[in-house]
């Protein structure tokens, strides 16, 4: 390689002419011609302009400095040792520098600030050892891809979006809230530790609902946390169970499984009444009828035989799926609370079991209430009551508290096989008495001195004894 050294003080004459140096000749830099620049053509593929630094050693180090003349005639102090080749751009105050390596490795000894698209200074980086920020311009928020734009009104340098999948194999910690607007998946143990627990919304009647797949159908509500004045635990459902049947969709038939309509008209054949339900996602735009009737909400039950549902001009407005086919999902409701205070006579806990009938109707059929008769402090009394369904009205047939059983339903008594029944019966206003049903019958009796025993009673207050006959 043939050269020209500037090192060895061998001037060139001043021209206004252009200087060209041919293919593959050297300008040489330093004693010795340490660093060289030149056009090289070795690789017939790729010709081009080298600029050959020090292979690096103790003082000729492979850095190109960029900078303005105030660098000239100074010791820098800022590259001693380096042996991979670098550029650097060096600030106007001498002292601060951007240093891109062959190692692939951008560094900087002060801020590092990007400005894409002409912009401000929109992106900054900045480590003190410990961490490493990266800071977006003052009401802007960062964002990793450019799928979307945010939908939660991130509007600070300390938000962030990512617009794709987000993939995290470590632990993650999460000082602030959660907000989930699709499904959360937990392919591992959901643990609540220590003072944490799993709640609703901080709002007025909110629930919130476990649902569970029904083999075959869908998913259905097996479990609800219920809000309200006094919030209470449902198991299961009060409501009728999904259920098979067919679902046509123009000529496509579905079983069991929820479909999505495709833009314009859409015939749905349901085999009954109730079997098919639409659900109208928020946002959707559309109409949607049952028969003739327009579908108003955001879920409705769909008519027996035809049923147009029209949709708008995106795919996928609204969603069919089959609900039902008069099954019915018995339920237990387990409720805390008859009032708003605690502490109050009256409050109570309770059980409550509603179950379907024949007729697809599922109503309370029976429930055990422990309830807080006197709230005073040192004289609290409280009471069972046992309520159950007869004659297709819930009513309140037996109690026990500090007076033992209480009867307070009137039930006449009746002569039925193979069963005896204690109740209450009203004989006439202001008169209730005991009522007992048995199977065998009242024998009369004239002769008084068979009475051959007597049992003590305790009646309103008095002593009274029942006489007894043996024989």
């Known amino acids: 390689m043939n050269g020209v050294n500037i090192g060895s003080v061998i001037p060139i004459a001043a021209t206004s002419e252009?200087?060209?140096?041919?293919?593959?000749?050297?300008?040489?830099?330093?004693?010795?011609?340490?660093?060289?620049?030149?056009?090289?053509?070795k690789d017939a593929n790729a010709n081009e302009l080298i600029i050959a630094l020090p292979t690096g050693g103790a003082t000729d180090v492979p850095v190109l400095v960029i900078g303005d003349q105030s660098i000239v005639d100074k010791d820098l102090t800022l590259f001693n040792g380096i042996t991979v080749p670098s550029l650097a751009l060096m600030n106007a105050d001498e002292t601060h520098y951007l240093k891109i390596d062959g190692a692939g490795i951008i560094a900087s000894d002060t801020t590092l600030t990007f400005s894409p698209s002409g912009q401000a200074a929109t992106l900054t980086m900045t480590s003190d050892g410990t961490v490493t920020s990266l800071i977006p311009a003052t009401g802007d928020y960062l964002r990793i891809g450019d799928a979307a734009s945010t939908s939660r009104s991130l509007d600070a340098n300390d938000d962030m979006m990512v617009t794709g999948d987000f993939e995290v194999d470590g632990a993650t910690y999460c000082d602030g809230s959660i907000n989930v607007s699709?499904?959360?998946?937990?392919?591992?143990?959901?643990?609540?530790?220590?003072?944490?627990?799993?709640?609703?919304?901080?709002?007025?009647?909110?629930?919130?609902?476990?649902?569970?797949?029904?083999?075959?159908?869908?998913?259905?509500?097996?479990?609800?946390?219920?809000?309200?004045?006094?919030?209470?635990?449902?198991?299961?459902?009060?409501?009728?169970?999904?259920?098979?049947?067919?679902l046509t969709n123009g000529t496509g038939t579905f079983t069991g499984s929820p479909i999505t309509l495709v833009c314009g008209n859409n015939t749905?054949?349901?085999?009954?009444?109730?079997?098919?339900?639409?659900?109208?996602?928020?946002?959707?735009?559309?109409?949607?009828?049952?028969?003739?009737?327009?579908?108003?909400?955001?879920?409705?039950?769909?008519?027996?035989?035809?049923n147009t549902v029209t949709t708008g001009v995106t795919t996928g407005n609204f969603v069919v799926a089959l609900t039902g086919s008069g099954t019915v999902t018995d339920g237990v409701v387990l409720q805390m609370g008859s009032g708003s205070v605690a502490e109050a006579a009256g409050h109570g806990?309770?059980?409550?079991?509603?179950?379907?009938?024949?007729?697809?109707?599922?109503?309370?059929?029976?429930?055990?209430?422990?309830?807080?008769?006197?709230?005073?402090?040192?004289?609290?009394?409280?009471?069972?009551d046992f309520n159950t369904m007869a004659a297709g009205a819930m009513a309140n047939?037996?109690?026990?508290?500090?007076?033992?059983?209480?009867?307070?339903?009137?039930?006449?008594?009746?002569?039925?096989?193979?069963?005896?029944?204690?109740?209450?019966?009203?004989?006439?206003?202001?008169?209730?008495?005991?009522?007992?049903?048995?199977?065998?019958?009242?024998?009369?009796?004239?002769?008084?001195?068979?009475?051959?025993?007597?049992?003590?009673?305790?009646?309103?207050?008095?002593?009274?004894?029942?006489?007894?006959?043996?024989?």
């Open 18 to 41: 252009t200087q060209t140096f041919p293919d593959d000749v050297a300008l040489k830099f330093g004693t010795g011609g340490t660093a060289s620049i030149l056009y090289e053509t």
């Open 182 to 246: 699709g499904t959360a998946t937990f392919n591992a143990q959901l643990a609540v530790a220590a003072n944490g627990y799993i709640s609703t919304a901080n709002t007025d009647d909110v629930d919130l609902p476990i649902q569970a797949r029904d083999n075959g159908l869908l998913k259905v509500q097996i479990a609800n946390f219920v809000g309200g004045v006094d919030p209470y635990v449902l198991l299961g459902r009060d409501d009728t169970g999904v259920g098979s049947g067919t």
């Open 268 to 306: 749905i054949v349901c085999t009954g009444a109730g079997n098919c339900t639409v659900v109208v996602p928020v946002g959707s735009t559309g109409t949607a009828t049952s028969g003739t009737a327009t579908i108003t909400g955001s879920v409705q039950a769909l008519a027996a035989g035809n």
């Open 349 to 384: 806990f309770g059980s409550s079991w509603k179950i379907g009938n024949a007729s697809s109707e599922v109503e309370e059929r029976g429930s055990i209430d422990l309830v807080l008769v006197t709230a005073t402090n040192a004289a609290e009394e409280a009471r069972f």
């Open 397 to 471: 047939m037996a109690r026990i508290g500090a007076k033992g059983l209480y009867l307070p339903t009137s039930v006449d008594s009746a002569a039925v096989t193979d069963e005896v029944c204690l109740g209450a019966y009203e004989i006439s206003a202001g008169h209730r008495a005991l009522s007992i049903s048995t199977e065998e019958a009242v024998v009369a009796e004239t002769d008084e001195s068979k009475m051959s025993h007597k049992l003590p009673v305790r009646i309103n207050g008095a002593t009274y004894n029942i006489m007894l006959c043996a024989t």
